[in-house]
């Protein structure tokens, strides 16, 4: 499998995934700017929308989109409970909160990067985003990790996500429950290995 990332941005949460689940793989950087990879060669070939994270298996079969690329992998391997089964409500449960953090968290962030967007549009997006968090934070009371006691991908998801509020203004840091799941995922040997292989670390 080759997996095609920048490093930082939402590839990270696959390439972590990765890791954990412990499969084969190839990373691929592609240069966001130039929407280039192996020294110029054209992203669009690969990936017509020009973003990451795209998954190519070995069959030559290429899958988008984070939350699909990570499914993919921790169905690969269940032993590793990176997803519960498909058919029971946990799975499900953590289909709802991979879609809260696509839809509510991450697509708030994505104007904040933007030099074009007026500020009065950013602290919109920032007012939303915290919401958002506020309200997370709350769900999380009393839980190891977003769905509960095991570790999923939703919390690499997460930890990928919350850690760009530190670029862009978005004070996460009163969010306890939150910090705490934080604290917990950063720690894992996959995260600081995708974090080192990025140099992120």
Request: hydrophobic share 40%; glycine share 8%; aromatic share 10%.
């Amino acid at each position: 499998m080759k997996l095609y990332y920048s490093p930082g941005v939402c590839s990270l949460a696959s390439h972590i995934v990765l890791r954990e689940a412990g499969l084969p793989f190839t990373p691929v950087r592609v240069d966001l700017q130039t929407h280039t990879f192996d020294e110029g060669a054209d992203y669009y070939t690969i990936n017509t929308r020009g973003y990451v994270p795209l998954l190519e298996l070995d069959d030559g079969q290429r899958l988008t989109e984070g939350p699909a690329i990570m499914q993919y992998l921790a169905d690969r391997v269940p032993e590793t409970k990176l997803a519960p089964a498909w058919g029971t409500m946990e799975r499900y449960r953590l289909v709802e909160w991979l879609a809260f953090i696509s839809s509510e968290l991450h697509k708030n962030f994505g104007p904040l990067f933007s030099p074009a967007i007026p500020e009065q549009v950013k602290e919109l997006h920032r007012k939303r985003a915290l919401d958002r968090f506020g309200w997370m934070d709350q769900q999380l009371s009393g839980k190891a990790y977003v769905i509960g006691d095991t570790y999923t991908v939703a919390d690499a998801y997460l930890l990928v996500v919350s850690n760009w509020g530190k670029y862009v203004d978005v004070d996460l840091s009163g969010f306890s429950n939150l910090q705490a799941i934080l604290g917990r995922v950063a720690g894992r040997p996959s995260v600081q290995e995708a974090l080192k292989a990025e140099g992120l670390a």
